[in-house]
């Protein structure tokens, strides 16, 4: 008997100190996040940082304690992640720990704490983490979950908050505007609040990107200091909020989420709803490693044929605009080939029998049906033309879209976003509207569009998908009343359920996003898409901005950079055929010019720039970025930066020359990534005079003395013999780039 009572009682301690909290640590390679859980009690964030055990977390007094996820009904003088209408009115909720649930699947550490509400606990909410076992990058989300019969109205849900133990953060961020996208930012987090959102309604990174970096030494660099950095995967309204209440000596809490302006979303009886996504990587060697960490993950894990090569493509948009012709596409099919091209594609003025699609912009819109009068033989003699030349054929389209102007318009008024007691805002041309994608018929329709031109013309491997005009009309004649604010989330609900279905039929096809330029820039969007179209500002000098700012997140083979005409048709800058070639060579290449129209000479350097590409295109497409020189810094003279193969065994250095001094002093390059016990022969690629390279060209250094005392390119500092003309922007002789390859030996 005594054994017995014994017994109990150690069992009864067991299941006791059970129902105690428990500390849940999920890890990566090199960063660990801890949080403790009790059943009937709040969820407490306690570490996120270096990789740790409990000792270390805990032991060091670096773990905080504070409610990872609050609602707003206790604290309510606090910022929260849950603010709740229920069904009674009461707005007040409580989230406490229901159940944990922990398991492996997909290389991934997956822990999910079911949060319900003490007064409502129908009502609930499963706050996902998830850790990739082999790279620095942890997912973090939501499901909220309405197990009543009555609905419950959300109106701030978000995807997740963050405490970081830090009360000195230097915020990164980048920002812009239509050809001037991507600036990069830097600013202290002071005391107050920090919001970084879009409402467009339907690109998401109009003025702000969904993601930034946090330097929580009070600093960032991009070799040194520990950084936070993170991205929300939402094709929508995005709401990313920074609270410092320093002076309350408050941990500062990172919410990022959907945008609940004009959103609250009504959830009905057992209905769900899924939040975006937010990617969060750790570096203790700062902006650079965070920027690697992303880039490895986003092409081995999220990014649609992320490790596959893509193609150098001529794009028809500069050159022709929209004066498509049967002849005008073949001949330049034709002049592409013999520069070395292997993509061609057509761009926007193809379609609309009735309503002629021309560059008023005012019609066409939503007939996708070959035009024709400007291309007689169909869309399938060109696909059979460029086959013919050894290239591949890609077409634009902007299923989301209709003019008014337009057969679609007439027969389906309804299918519109628009409200019914006034005159609707307009698009491009003042005709074009938004189609309402929570509407099951048009998400029939924008898979049509796809689905009616590969069954005709199966040749087509390549999709430009654009959008060229935001949420101006936020009412679905669909929706009922009693939901119009789900709008802004059921859209694009409506939008990923049409791209699920066309990635399930054509799930190789090469589709490009493209918005007003770089509008869509999200990774809520590259489960679908395999590159992203980064500015229609397509002049070289504003081109290396650009795409430095955007490199911070997105890796190289998704950002698509062409090489424009010689006096560009924005800024009608003229700059040589080798800087705009090493400028687009960044990233990945392509032209968007008519090539017939180069000189003898830069069709013979573009030939040559094409054939160096495709041998550097390995390293450079899914190579490690390392930003050496910024152009955002110092005199803002020069920039560099390289790409370095995983194995250290190869590496690609672009240099450029923005502007000319006389008294430019010598610019010492030094490298990063490279093996310090390994020698490296250095070539340039694609010299500007053929067989005359660099002076370094030939050269073989040791990878430790190229880290650490690094080289001088003669070559950059002094102005070209070529005398050009001086516009009123920038002389030519300005302009000087080297690529470098460096080899291991």
């Not at 009735?354 to 996708?368: A, C, H, P, Q, V």
């Not at 090469?510 to 990774?523: E, T």
């Not at 005359?692 to 005392?709: F, H, N, Q, T, W």
Request: proline share 4%; charged share 25%.
């Amino acid at each position: 008997m005594k054994r017995l009572l014994t017994t109990l009682c150690l069992l009864f301690l067991a299941l006791t100190a059970a129902a105690k909290e428990s500390n849940y640590l999920l890890s990566t390679p090199n960063t660990t996040l801890c949080l403790s859980a009790e059943v009937g009690k709040p969820l407490y964030f306690r570490y996120y940082g270096t990789k740790a055990d409990s000792d270390d977390i805990f032991s060091s007094h670096r773990a905080m304690k504070w409610q990872a996820f609050r609602s707003f009904g206790t604290h309510c003088s606090d910022y929260h992640a849950v603010l709740v209408k229920h069904a009674d009115g009461d707005n007040a909720t409580n989230l406490v720990v229901e159940a944990v649930e922990r398991k492996t699947e997909n290389g991934l550490d997956c822990l999910a704490f079911t949060l319900k509400d003490i007064a409502h606990p129908t009502f609930k909410v499963v706050v996902h983490y998830d850790a990739y076992t082999d790279c620095d990058v942890m997912k973090l989300w939501a499901e909220y979950i309405n197990e009543g019969k009555k609905p419950v109205y959300l109106q701030k849900y978000m995807s997740m908050c963050l405490p970081v133990k830090s009360q000195d953060c230097m915020l990164f961020h980048i920002d812009g505007f239509h050809g001037n996208e991507n600036n990069e930012n830097y600013e202290k987090l002071g005391e107050g609040i920090k919001i970084l959102s879009t409402q467009d309604g339907g690109r998401p990174s109009v003025h702000h990107n969904a993601s930034f970096m946090l330097g929580t030494d009070g600093h960032l660099s991009e070799t040194e200091g520990n950084v936070i950095a993170g991205s929300l995967a939402w094709t929508g309204n995005f709401h990313i909020e920074f609270v410092n209440n320093r002076i309350s000596g408050n941990p500062i809490q990172i919410f990022a989420g959907i945008n609940p302006t004009g959103a609250d979303y009504t959830l009905d009886g057992k209905k769900s709803l899924v939040t975006p996504q937010f990617i969060l990587t750790y570096s203790t060697k700062g902006k650079g490693q965070a920027t690697r960490n992303l880039h490895y993950w986003a092409r081995r894990h999220h990014i649609l044929q992320g490790t596959h090569t893509r193609e150098i493509l001529l794009n028809s948009w500069e050159g022709v605009r929209q004066d498509i012709t049967q002849d005008g596409m073949n001949d330049m099919m034709s002049d592409f080939a013999r520069l070395g091209g292997e993509m061609f594609v057509m761009d926007d003025g193809w379609f609309g029998n009735k309503y002629i699609r021309d560059n008023s912009d005012k019609g066409g819109l939503g007939d996708w049906q070959v035009c024709k009068q400007k291309l007689p033989l169909g869309i399938g003699k060109l696909v059979e033309y460029a086959s013919s030349k050894g290239l591949k054929f890609g077409i634009w389209i902007e299923p989301e879209m209709v003019n008014t102007y337009s057969e679609l318009y007439e027969k389906h008024p309804d299918w519109v976003l628009r409200h019914e007691a006034f005159e609707p805002t307009y698009g491009r041309g003042k005709t074009q509207m938004l189609l309402d994608m929570t509407n099951p018929e048009v998400q029939d329709f924008v898979f049509g569009v796809v689905d009616n031109l590969m069954k005709e013309n199966p040749g087509i491997e390549y999709i430009k998908w654009d959008h060229n005009m935001c949420m101006f009309n936020a009412q679905s004649q669909y929706l009922p009343k009693s939901k119009q604010s789900n709008l802004y989330v059921d859209h694009h609900l409506g939008l990923q359920k049409t791209l699920k279905r066309i990635r399930t039929a054509y799930p190789t096809l090469k589709i490009q996003l493209c918005a007003s330029g770089g509008y869509r820039m999200n990774y809520g969007y590259l489960p679908y898409f395999q590159e992203l179209w980064t500015s229609d500002q397509t002049d070289a000098l504003h081109r290396i901005y650009i795409q430095w700012g955007a490199l911070n997140f997105y890796p190289a083979n998704i950002l698509a950079a062409h090489v424009c005409s010689t006096q560009n048709k924005y800024t009608q800058r003229r700059v040589p055929v080798k800087f705009r070639f090493d400028v687009a060579s960044m990233c990945r290449l392509g032209m968007e010019m008519v090539p017939a129209q180069l000189t003898e000479a830069e069709q013979e350097y573009a030939t040559r720039a094409i054939e160096a590409y495709k041998s550097l295109r390995p390293t450079i497409q899914q190579g490690d970025l390392y930003k050496l020189v910024s152009p955002y810094e110092g005199n803002r003279d020069w920039c560099s930066l390289m790409y370095v193969e995983p194995a250290e065994s190869r590496a690609v250095a672009f240099v450029y020359r923005m502007v000319f001094t006389r008294q430019m002093p010598d610019r010492i390059i030094k490298f990063q990534g490279l093996d310090p016990n390994r020698k490296y022969l250095l070539r340039e690629a694609a010299p500007e005079v053929k067989d005359k390279p660099m002076a370094l060209d030939g050269k073989i250094v040791s990878g430790r003395y190229l880290m650490e005392e690094g080289v001088v390119i003669p070559e950059l500092t002094k102005k070209s013999s070529r005398r050009t003309p001086y516009n009123d922007i920038r002389d030519m002789n300005d302009f000087r780039s080297h690529i470098i390859e460096l080899i291991a030996q």
